[in-house]
Nanobody
Framework: QVQLVESGGGLVQPGGSLRLSCAASGSIFSIDDMGWYRQAPGKQREWVATITRGGGTNYADSVKGRFTISRDNAKNTVYLKMNTLKPEDTAVYYC???????????????WGQGTQVTVSS
């Protein structure tokens, strides 16, 4: 089995920063794309950012220039550094990853359990 475990959420004032981490563990051969999504109260889950195994990145327009996604392939970990946080960034943030358990098995799309980020004064 594969597990994704997020950490680093919390309460921060507007304009502040947080760094989220998500570590994958279990039976892993390789990990393709990794990403972050978020879901605010009463809203649908939305995509935030994606990073390929080679380090290519893409961001939602709402976070471009403020958030930075990165990964450590040796640690099977993806990070999300969030700067200049706004109240509208308040949400549960979820890690997502496309994981291969062996060379020949199909990719599994896996989710973490989520970590709460609250931006408020």
């Amino acid at each position: 089995q594969v597990q994704l475990v997020e950490s680093g959420g919390g309460l921060v004032q507007p304009g502040g920063s947080l760094r989220l981490s998500c570590a994958a563990s279990g039976s892993i051969f390789s990990i393709d794309d990794m990403g972050w999504y978020r879901q605010a109260p009463g809203k649908q889950r939305e995509w935030v950012a994606t990073i390929t195994r080679g380090g290519g990145t893409n961001y939602a327009d709402s976070v471009k220039g403020r958030f930075t996604i990165s990964r450590d392939n040796a640690k099977n970990t993806v990070y999300l550094k969030m700067n200049t946080l706004k109240p509208e960034d308040t949400a549960v943030y979820y890690c997502n990853a496309n994981i291969r358990r062996t060379l020949v098995t199909p990719v599994d799309n896996s989710w973490g359990q989520g970590t709460q980020v609250t931006v408020s004064s």
